[in-house]
C-alpha cells in the first residue's frame, strides 16, 4: 500500500483521509457521550436508537461538546506542532495545561500521572496491572499521523505516549494496533488486510479475541477494542458502525471515539454524516483541520520530497 502511494501521491487525498480519522474521533466521542454508562436496555428506553448528535449524558455536555478522548488527543497533536517532532516532555506539559484547565471529564488513571508530573516534574509510570484502561489508546491518531509512512516509529511512540499515563502490556499493545488500523486504512487497505493485523494482535494476546462477543463495552481496554473490532467489521458504513458502537452503552465515548478514528481513516472524508459535523463543536473542527496537515508535513511518508512544502 505504501507503494501505491510513493512518488505520486494524492495529497490532497492524504490529507483528507488524515482529517477524517481526527474528525471521526472527535464525532465518536460527542455522540458516544449521550450514552456513556448506559446500558443497552437503558439508551433504547430513552432514544430508541441513539444517533443523533445531542449532548447530556452524565456530564450534561452541549449538543457537539468532545471531552476527554478528544481534547487529550489534541493536546499530543499541539505538542508534536509546537516541537516540530516528538518530545514526551512537550506532551506532559501541555497534558497538564490541560488538567488544569478543570476539564470537563479526565480519566482517573490519566488524572493520577498527570497529577504526579505537576508535582514531581517525572516522565513515565511503573508498570501497574490497574492501568489496562483505554485512557491511553482513545489518543492514538495523531501519533498514527505524525508517524505515517514508519510503522517502527508509530511501535515505538506509541507505546511512548502511552506510559506517559498508562503502563501496561495491554494497553501498549491496544495503542500499537489501533495506530496501525489507522494508518493502514489511511494509506488505502481493504476490510481483509485491516482484519488481518487485528488478527496479529490476538494471536500474540487472546484476550482480545471477539469472536463470541456478549456486548461488554467497558473502559478494560480489552472489552474496548472487542467492542470496537465486532461493530466495524460487522457494518458497512461510518455511521452504521459508530451508532451501532454508541448504542452498546458503556465507555461508550471512548468506543465511539477508537471506532471513530478507524472508521474514519477507512471510509474517508466524504462518509462522515454532514448533520453531525455541523454540530460538533466548531472551535474543535478548526483546530483539527488546522493541525492535521501539520503533522502530515512532518510525517516519515513526506520527509526528503518536495511534496512536503506543498502540504
Ligand atoms: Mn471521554
Ligand atoms: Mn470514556
Known sequence: MAEAHSGMVDRQALVDRCRAAFLGLALGDALGATTEFLLPGEIRHRHKVHNRIIGGGWLNLKAGEVTDDTQMSLCIARAIDQSGGWDARCVM???SRWLKSKPVDVGATC???ISRYILKQELGRPYSDWDAGNGAAMRMVPVALFTLGDEGMLAELAVDQARLTHHNLLSDAACIVVGRLVQQAIL???????????RELIAAHPKFQ??????????????????VFHHFFGTGDFE?????????????DTTGAIAGMIAGAF???DALPKKWLKVLDPAVREEIDSLVPRLLGLAPIFQNREDSEEL
Request: charged content about 20%.
Open 188 to 198: 488505502g487497505a481493504d476490510r481483509p488486510a485491516l482484519h488481518g493485523i487485528v
Open 111 to 113: 488524572r493520577r500521572s
Open 240 to 252: 452504521e458502525c459508530l451508532v451501532a458502537v454508541v448504542n452498546q452503552g458503556g465507555d461508550a
Open 93 to 95: 506539559e501541555h497534558f
Open 267 to 269: 471510509y474517508g472524508l
Open 210 to 227: 471477539y469472536h463470541s462477543y456478549r456486548g461488554a463495552a467497558s473502559a478494560y481496554v480489552v472489552e474496548t477494542l472487542q467492542t
